[in-house]
């Protein structure tokens, strides 16, 4: 009987699938610039409920990217830049969108080591004058204790 190396043959059709996937990151900000799009288009003018939309949306792209062990620094960049784009386009005030992004980027601290929190920090930081700053803040009036 032939042996087959099943191993092998896997991991290549895997790759394969990971390679047409693309970049998990921006996969993960387009997800979030089509949900605010449906979610905000059109939509009465309510702060609180849009903060929420675009907060649950941040909390929900991120997540899936920590689960699939990606780049949460990067994906965080490239959500920003969605949440950003999305409040423009729609007319809303986007100083308020990242603020509620940022403050659904700060709930990781729950799940991630202080490490990759400080990564993505620096990250927002250097993409966004004054956010990391707006980010640590939110991370210091978490009360929940990062993992060790």
């Given at each position: 009987m032939n042996e087959t190396r099943f191993g092998q043959l896997t991991k290549e059709m895997v790759a394969e699938e990971l390679r047409l996937?693309?970049?998990?990151?921006?996969?993960?900000a387009l997800v979030v610039r089509r949900t605010l799009l449906a979610a905000l288009k059109d939509s009465p003018v309510d702060g609180t409920a849009h903060a929420r939309v675009v907060s649950d949306s941040v909390e929900g792209a991120m997540t899936a990217l920590l689960l699939a062990d990606h780049s949460l620094a990067r994906g965080a960049v490239l959500v920003l830049e969605a949440v950003h784009d999305v409040a423009g386009e729609c007319h809303l005030d986007p100083t308020e969108f990242m603020r509620a992004a940022l403050?659904?980027?700060a709930n990781l601290r729950r799940f991630v080591e202080p490490a990759r929190i400080d990564d993505i920090r620096l990250a927002i930081e250097a993409h966004y004058m004054g956010a990391g700053e707006v980010f640590s803040e939110f991370l210091r009036s978490s009360s929940t204790p990062a993992p060790r």
């Open positions: 996937l693309g970049d998990p990151c921006v996969a993960a403050r659904a980027l």
